[in-house]
Structures are given as C-alpha cells and as structure tokens.
C-alpha cells in the first residue's frame, strides 16, 4: 500500500546516501536547520582521547550527531536540558554561555539519547546525570555561526510557555528562508522561464521541511532549506491530478500525484501563505489543460455504482477527496472493517452473519457498551459527544504499521514502542476489543486490502517487547480461517468486494463521508464524536493565546480527524447483478415480412446486449451519409417507422413532415395551426403520428387516411413535449403541468376520434420544457425552465425528487436503460447524471455550448450542441471523447434505432441528418 511503498522509497533513499539520520529523529514540530562536517572527541585530553568522525545537525530542539561508522549510536541532546554551549574548558559559571574561539564546541547537559546503535532500530537509549561532548567542525570558521545558532534556539527551547517556544522558532526559521532562495542552477533546463517562488514546508508522515517552491514552465521544483533530501523535481507532463489539502485544519496543503489511480503522491507541500498555494494549483491545473485536474465525489460514484470501479478503488478516491493521505497520519485514509467472524476455520462469504454491520460505526456494534456510552452522553454538558477517542488517529495507523514502519512510532512515542499487551499482536484480539473496549472505536486502513504482507509480519525482527504471558511480539496472529499473511490479504479482498459488502457498502459511507456525519443524522446514528475532530469545528485563526493554539493543534493532529463531509444526502447503493434491471423495452414492434428491414440494419429479434455495446463502443466513428432541408425553421421533433423507410418531423415552421428513406423524397407535408410543432411520435402500428403544438394542443394524424384524426385541448400553454407508453400519453407544458392522458387509439375502438381520460396532473413551480420516460413508464424526469429536474412515480402519481441542478432552462432528460440513473442538459452547458433512488447529483460535466438533446446508454452520451456539432461524452472518466461535425445551426433533436446502428439529427439549420457506424 502507498505508505509500506513510501516506506521503502525513504530506505532506498538512506541506503543510496548512507545516511542513518532521517528526520523522524526530530521531535514532532522539529525543523532540522542545518550539518557540519565534525568530530566527536571523546575523552579529551586522556590518555584514551578518542576522535569519531560524522556529521552534526542543527536542529531547532536539538543537537544530533550521525557517527559514519554504523557501529557507534546517533546521538541526540536535546537543547532544552543543556547547561553550557561554548568553546570546551572555557572558565565561567556552569549555566552561563561563551562564545567558542576555536574549532571545538563544548556542549553540557543533563540528558542524551543514543538511537540506532549497530544500525538497528530499537528504543532509544537514555543516559542522565551531568555530561560534557566536544566536538570539532571541520571548518573552524563556522564555529562562531554554529555556536551562535545554538545559543539561539537554546533560549527559545527554555521559554516558559509553548506558544513562545513555537513563535521564536518560527520567526527564526522565516528569518532563514528570507535570507535565501531556490538554486537556479537546479533547473533541468537553462531555456526553463520562472514562473513563481515562494516558501513552502514538504509534508510526509509526521515530518514537515522548509524550503522553496519553484514552479517554471515546465516543472515543478522542491529545495528543502537544509539540503535533506536533494531537490524534488517533477515534470508537468507527468502530473495527472492535484488536491488542495486542509493541513492542521488549514487551507494551505496542496498534493501533487503522477499516477491516475494511487494514493501515494509525488510530492505534498504546506504553504504559509493560501494565496501561494491558490495561485501554484491554479498553475498546474491550467497547464494540465485536458487532464482532469479535480475530480468530484459524485463523479466515481458513477464510475462505482456502474461497476467500473472496485469497492477498494472507490474507498481510495472518497479518502482522497476527503483529504485524507498517506503523507499525513492524522488523515491517514479510513477503511472499514467488514469482516466479524475472526473464529472460524472457514469464512463463509455467502452467509451475511459473517460480516460486521456497516450501517453502524464501531463505537455502536456493541448494544451494551453503546448504552453506557448513551448515559454518559446524556449527562455531559454542550459539547457533547459519544466517544472519547476516534476511529482514527496517527497513534492507530502506526498500531498497525509498526512492523513495517517502527521509526515512526519511535518518533511519535518520543523513542519507546508500547506495552507489548497493547500492541498490534493478532487480529481477533483487536476486532475483539474494538467491540468491547471502553475507548477503542478504530476502523481500518487500506492495507489490510493490498497486496503486501509486510506489516502482519516481524521481517524487520523487531524487539517489540514481551507480552504478560511470556511470549515475544512477533508476527500477527491470523484468523483460523487464513493459512498464512497472503491469504488473510486476499480473503479480505474477497470480503471487501463480497455482493454484501457491495450491497451495504453505501450505509458506511453515509457515516464516515456522508450525510450521517454530522448533526441530528449524526446524533440518530450514534456517530458523534469530540467536536474537535470536525472540519470547522474550531477557528485557529481566533484563538489568541499563543499557548492554547499550539495545544489546540496538538490536539487536533494526534487525536485524529474526521473526514471532509463529501455527501449531504444518503448515498446511493451499488448496482449489483442482483439488482440489475432489464434492458430497455423496444419502442415500436418487432420488423415482419411484412415490413422489410432497411440495409445496414438488423431485425429486433437479432438485436443483443454485445451488439449494442460494440455500437456505443463505437459511437465516436459516426458518419454522415445524406442530408436534406426539408423545413423552413428548427427541427423539433424525429420518428422513424419501425422498418425504418418513414421518417416524420416537425418543425417551429408549424408543420409535420413525412420523408421517404427509400425515394428520398419527401412525400407528405401537414400544417395543423400558425404555431410552431414542439416534438412527435409515432404510435405502436405505425397508423398514427402525435404532434405537440404551441398553440396549447396535441394534433393526431391518421398516416393511412392522410388526415388530422383528432385534437387534444389539454393545456393552457405551449406544449413542450409528449411521450406514450402502453396507451398513455405524457404531455409537458409551460403551463407549470405535466398530464397523464389514458388514450385509446382511434384504430382500436373503430372509431375516427380518441377516446382521452386525464389520469394525473403533476403539478410543478414554473413551466416544463421537457419529459422522459424509464424503460417501464413507472418513473417520469421532467425539467423546467428554472434548470430544476424532478423525478416523479407515476405509480402514485407523486414527486420522488427535486434537484435544482442547473442555472437555465433544462434541455433534455432520459433515464439510463437500467433506470438508474437520470442524465440532463441545460442552456448552462452543464450534464448532470442524478441517481435515481436518492436524487444524488452523482457527476457533472460543463460543455463550451449548451447541450441542446442526447441519446445515452447509461455510460457513454452522443449529445447535439448548441454549435451544430455531435459531441461523444465518457461519462465515467468524466471527459469528453470527441468532437463531430455536423449542422451549421444548433442540434435540435436526435433519434437512434432499436439497433444503435442508425441515427438521425435535426437542427435549427432546417436540416436532417443521417448517420451511420463505421465498425
């Protein structure tokens, strides 16, 4: 997983430069300033005087000398328990201090840490009692500067309170990164133009460094202020996505990543400054240019619920846009548990008591402890949360990772590994205490769903303590139902993208990303926690006590943080084969002998799912065939005859046209009033076309006896749009209703006239410019001319959904062929898929132009724009695909066979267009 990879990158780094110092012997909040070359004398003047050379840093809480040979220990003093710094055997009093005249600096104190002695990683060492170092820098006449620095920061480590502490080295650290700026020499290229240079901190886990940012136009440049590590330089081209981070509640993170899917970044910087960082993204994201430089949450929502994306790629994508990353282990990425039975021989997948229940937070499992912690809840003064501690923190990632990553905890427990009962010592035991423990509510992290073994195994052959019972902490205890680390990972695996977990995975997600996060959700749910974990939850900026803000931040980033709230509403479940629907009904009868089936195009009965896939496949290779002008004004309205040799249209010219695919002539020409024709259809049997007006009416016209059959007088607007289904009619107006009609063909009752009852009246806020039904007729879309889509059940003849998704007039609506989803386009040029179950805005894409009306199969969109061309949409990368020229007015409609082999266009140019797939 991305931190283990980390982990490995930092290693190879200390193997290639032979370095045993990294900055995880620094406290946390420690900068390290700056090395000598030097000696540590031992013994000075004794017969047994001893040199041992290495390096000495500077650092803004400590002195750390790294010996070269790896037998001998680093050490560490730290500078708050020195009693003198000066030149060695200088008279004076103990605690005061001298300036050093020499190549020798003598420093006294009360404490040393010794780490890393014959290089291997164990607890720190701790000797006490008064002592005295020397030691000589290679270059004398540094002294006076390195003595004077030392001085410095010992007057600041001394200070009473830890807000002065924290501001004193502040302003030192500022002080040195104003004095100097990024080595252009550094530049990959001397033809490089610098585009800004700023002052940033490198994040990685629990270690921020200093430096300079550069960014030229063609890389991006990092020069650490101490020269640890060399300058990280990566190249624009490669960049593929960047995050604007919240770093210690702060909008001052920016992430930068190389690779499409990971969570393991190229670099992570905190700025000083928002603007800098705002104006760095800005940077990068307009070269990027075609790169999605940001996605959303909804947008792999889409991509997830569809089953382009993996259970665990979707978990990596909402961690990532939540802020979470493996570079800071206070948002170190949340994965659930899902398995519950860690006793069994075997784990039956196929049982559901074998999975924890998601839609519970940890802290609620437990019905017994959860009402204790409910009677203590009720008790506790404003604020008031439910547990005292979280499901995650840095303290529970490096509880997993010790293994693999023991430097980190030795840093964050100030050089000691935990009581080796409380260690990470075997699976069941911690899923055990997770449901019990009176303060133990951790989730998971990503790596007990990779692929590597390593932190559930002691490689590294650790001294991790010895446990009550007598036995060492070694490897981790696996379930009885795992024959070994590989196959705990995998089994996991399998658990994770189990049908159950994928049916229930959307409940966890509501309480961790979700709507269940927070407020009254939250309180009915059982998932709240210290209000100091919240994003907003606390204003740094307004705490003016130096000393209460450095607590406060303290606090935030060891107790662990909740993540950015991505979703306001329930989230929609996963569209699983068990759920899945079936394909969308034909719209006109099967062809017959009867009815020859043009070229090129198959009869219904050899129609298949691969079929259909391999034309949407290839929607992209469409070509124009034929085109006529056929109407004095805009294309409204195409039907097409079931064998496909009629094709009808309609048009703001205020008439109905029938053109002849076969002669290519048009053959009939019917004017019902003086207003324009909004949308037509053809009715099962091909005996009768229906005409929307904006006279108010709908016109119904017998193609066998050439007439208008009859009239409908159903609104008190223009009608926008009408559908039919299963003899129903659907009208649209922009009298602010939608109609449903029971209609009785004229050629079923063996009369010339209709027979219409109004059967329901969805009544809306402002008028509706469009309709759509789902391949059942049980659900209806409309959209208004406010830009709001709702979706209605017509079963009951009420609204499901309201969602004001657009800024103009709606375009266009259609369902999905599964029905679960809805896609709209609106004069703000934005597409917008609504998930039809919760109303979810799952994924939004914006068009140069308004997209005036598409066809889609649920994944990819062929829409007609507002510029006349056919554009392709990939809805689940969230791009668009390609651009087709085609009318050199607005496309105004779009029709395509049963087949998807054949499609006709129509646009404000008075033409219609005819396509076909190029394979």
């Known amino acids: 997983m991305a931190f283990i990879r980390k982990k490995q990158q930092e290693q190879q780094l200390q193997l290639y430069s032979k370095e045993r110092f990294s ?201 650490p202020l101490n020269g640890y590590p060399p300058v990280v330089q990566i190249t624009l081209q490669d960049v593929r996505r960047i995050y604007k981070r919240r770093h210690g509640l702060m909008p001052l993170g920016l992430e930068v990543f190389c690779t499409e899917d990971d969570l393991c970044s190229d670099i992570y910087l905190k700025f000083y400054d928002p603007q800098d960082r705002d104006e760095l993204y800005f940077y990068i994201a307009t070269y990027l240019e075609h790169h999605v430089a940001e996605r959303t949450a909804e947008s792999y929502t889409l991509q997830w619920q569809r089953g382009h994306l993996s259970n665990y790629q979707y978990l990596l994508h909402l961690n990532n846009l939540a802020d979470r990353s493996c570079n800071d282990l206070s948002q170190y990425p949340v994965f659930p548990w899902v398995i519950s039975d860690y006793c069994s021989s075997e784990l039956d997948l196929s049982n559901p008591g074998t999975f924890r229940d998601l839609s519970k937070p940890i ?30 923190s840095p303290g529970y990632v490096l509880f997993y990772l010790v293994r693999i990553a023991p430097e980190y905890m030795l840093c964050l427990q100030n050089g000691r590994f935990d009581n080796a009962d409380r260690m990470f010592n075997s699976i069941a035991e911690t899923w055990k205490n997770c449901l019990d423990g009176a303060t133990d509510f951790k989730e998971l992290i990503p790596e007990f769903y990779g692929d590597d073994v390593s932190f559930l195994v002691n490689s590294l052959k650790l001294n991790l303590g010895k446990r009550q019972g007598g036995q060492m902490v070694d490897d981790v205890e696996l379930p009885p139902w795992a024959r070994s680390p590989e196959d705990f990972l995998q089994k996991s695996k399998d658990a994770l ?177 003086n207003m324009a024709l909004s949308s037509c259809l053809l009715l099962p049997g091909d005996a009768t076309v229906i005409s929307s007006s904006w006279d108010n009416n709908v016109y119904f016209y017998s193609i066998a006896f050439g007439r208008r059959q009859d009239t409908l007088m159903g609104h008190d607007d223009a009608v926008s749009k009408i559908c039919w289904h299963d003899n129903r009619l659907y009208s649209a107006s922009w009298d602010s209703t939608v109609k449903v009609w029971s209609g009785v063909p004229a050629e079923m009752t063996g009369t010339k006239r209709h027979q219409f009852d109004m059967l329901a009246e969805l009544e809306h806020d402002v008028g509706v410019d469009t309709i759509s039904l789902n391949a059942a007729s049980t ?47 609106g004069e703000d040029g934005c597409l917008n898929v609504i998930d039809v179950q919760t109303g979810m805005l799952i994924s939004s894409m914006t068009s140069d132009k308004p997209q005036r009306c598409f066809i889609w199969d649920g994944n990819t969109v062929l829409s007609g724009s507002q510029s006349g061309e056919l554009l392709v949409w990939d809805l689940l990368r969230g791009k668009l695909s390609e651009r087709i020229q085609g009318h050199t007015g607005a496309v105004t409609c779009i029709w395509m066979n049963e087949q998807c082999s054949s499609i006709i266009t129509g646009g404000e140019d008075r033409q219609i267009m005819f396509w076909k797939l190029q394979y």
């Open 497 to 673: 993208e189990s049908n159950y977990v994928s049916e229930h995975l959307h409940e966890w997600v509501d309480l961790i990303f979700g709507y269940k996060q927070k407020g009254s959700e939250a309180v009915g749910a059982h998932n709240v926690f210290h209000p100091l974990t919240y994003e907003g939850g606390v204003d740094l900026n307004s705490i003016e006590d130096p000393d209460e803000k450095v607590a406060m931040l303290t606090q935030i980033l060891e107790f662990g943080q909740t993540p950015k709230q991505l979703f306001a509403i329930p989230h929609p479940r996963r569209i699983t084969p068990k759920f899945k629907s079936s394909p969308q009904t034909p719209s006109c009868n099967a062809s017959t002998a009867d009815s020859p089936v043009s070229p090129g195009e198959e009869s219904f009965e050899d129609l298949t799912e691969e079929s259909k896939t391999l034309a949407w496949n290839n929607i992209a290779k469409l070509q124009l065939y034929e085109q006529y002008k056929i109407h004095k004004e805009a294309v409204t309205g195409i039907a097409v005859s079931c064998n496909g040799s009629s094709v009808f249209t309609t048009s703001q010219d205020s008439t109905l046209k029938m053109f002849s695919k076969e002669s290519k002539m048009l053959q009939r020409s019917i004017s019902f009033s």
């Open 363 to 392: 802290g609620a499992l437990n019905k017994e402890r959860l009402e204790r912690l409910l009677t203590r809840y009720q008790e506790m003064p404003e604020p008031r949360f439910m547990y005292g501690s979280h499901y995650s």
């Open 23 to 223: 900055l995880l012997l620094l406290n946390l909040e420690e900068y390290y300033f700056e090395q000598h070359t030097a000696h540590h004398i031992q013994h000075k003047g004794g017969q047994n005087e001893r040199k041992i050379r290495g390096s000495l840093k500077i650092c803004s809480k400590s002195v750390i000398f790294e010996p070269d040979a790896i037998s001998q220990p680093i050490i560490k003093i730290p500078l708050r328990d020195c009693i003198k710094i000066g030149k060695h055997g200088e008279n004076g009093a103990s605690r005061h201090f001298a300036k050093a005249k020499s190549g020798e600096i003598s420093l006294s104190f009360s404490q040393v840490y010794f780490i890393k002695e014959h290089n291997i990683v164990a607890p720190y060492k701790i000797e006490r009692g008064k002592m005295e170092y020397v030691f000589e820098l290679d270059v004398s006449g540094k002294v006076e500067d390195v003595v004077e620095t030392l001085l410095q920061l010992h007057r600041a480590s001394c200070l009473d309170k830890l807000g002065d502490q924290t501001a004193m080295i502040t302003a030192i650290l500022q002080s040195r990164l104003a004095r100097t700026s990024f080595d252009k020499n550094r530049f990959q290229s001397v033809s490089e133009e610098l585009h800004m240079e700023c002052q940033a901190e490198m994040v990685t886990p629990l270690v921020t460094n200093p430096g300079h940012v550069c960014i030229t136009d063609t890389n991006l440049y990092f020069q």
């Open 779 to 825: 659900l209806l879309v409309s959209g208004t001319k406010e830009g709001t889509v709702n979706i209605w059940d017509l079963t009951a003849a009420t609204m499901l959904h309201q969602i004001p998704c657009h800024s103009g007039t709606v375009c266009d609506t259609a369902f999905s062929p599964d029905s679960r989803h809805v896609l709209s386009t």
